[in-house]
């Protein structure tokens, strides 16, 4: 005879019916807990008494408190707040002001060389028309006064720095009596040939001829070349005014014309690679006699 065949039963994929619990079984027992380690606490002597119970993990306060859990948000304690708002005060809102001092001063330096190329002008054009003196504004913090064949880039630094204790007028009484007079915005000027920027000859040299800084209060503090007209340096008298940054200018322009271009020794140039010639720096080693800086600037003792 043949075997009846199975009826195939999908499974059910989803039964809500539980079947009972077999008869004569003992109930369940519940998982038991594992007993839970003691916190290990770092061993006190008698001197200093037992170890605390917790030890805190949060955020603390500048005294060391604690003011929430880990991982909790906090705010800030009052403490802290006060810090940033006088280090805002005293250092960031003088930095904003010396900065507008230093911008003041550099668009009188802009004016007075404009001023100063006019009246050069007006007594060279009539002695030879070809010597061109002239004036090129480049950006807010940048001009240039191209005559013969230098020129002075005028340049003005975005920063307002410091110095160490030691240098220039830092151990001054002038400065020394007020902290926001230890900042100083700077302007520079250096000389350059003008052939070296109209060939874009990227290696020739630039010579830093000076460097005014400015202060808070408008007072300025002159270094560079010895060829400078440099004042006594106090600065408690120096205040920045046309006719002293006329000076600056003018002292700038004696100092560049009194230093000629000394060509290199013929043995230096006998060879040269394609890239310099091919970029025109044949002569591009050629410096500048005379420059030296004066490291003993004058302070108020």
């Not at 913090?141 to 005028?154: A, R, T």
């Amino acid at each position: 005879m043949a075997k009846p065949t199975k009826k195939s039963v999908a499974p059910e994929l989803f039964s809500t019916d539980v079947p009972p619990v077999p008869a004569g079984l003992p109930p369940a027992v519940p998982p038991r807990k594992k007993p839970a380690r003691p916190r290990k606490t770092p061993a006190r002597d008698a001197a200093t008494g037992p170890a605390p119970e917790t030890a805190h993990t949060g955020a603390t306060a500048t005294n060391n408190q604690p003011t929430a859990e880990a991982g909790s948000p906090t705010e800030a304690p009052a403490d802290r707040l006060d810090q940033i708002f006088e280090g805002l005060k005293q250092k960031s809102v003088a930095k904003q002001a010396i900065y507008r001092n230093t911008l003041a001063a550099f668009d009188c330096l802009r004016l007075v060389s404009q001023e100063l190329v006019v009246e050069l002008t007006r007594k060279l054009t009539p002695l030879d028309s070809s010597v061109v003196i002239e004036y090129r504004p480049i950006n807010d913090m940048e001009f240039h006064i191209k005559f013969s064949g230098d020129l002075l880039v005028f340049v003005m630094h975005s920063n307002v720095v410091t110095f160490p204790d030691d240098y220039g007028p830092m151990p001054s009484k002038y400065v020394e009596a007020d902290f926001r007079r230890r900042f100083f915005g700077h302007i520079m000027a250096y000389n350059f040939m003008a052939d070296s920027i109209k060939y874009q000859r990227l290696n020739d040299p630039g010579y830093l001829v000076g460097r005014l800084l400015v202060n808070i209060e408008y007072h300025y503090f002159l270094e560079g070349v010895q060829q400078l007209e440099l004042p006594d340096n106090d600065m408690s008298d120096n205040l920045i005014k046309p006719e002293t940054m006329r000076l600056f200018v003018e002292s700038a322009m004696i100092a560049a014309v009194n230093n000629d271009l000394v060509a290199p020794l013929l043995p230096e140039i006998q060879k040269i690679s394609v890239k310099q010639k091919s970029e025109n720096q044949q002569v591009s080693r050629g410096s500048k006699v005379g420059f030296s800086f004066s490291h003993q600037q004058q302070h108020e003792g």
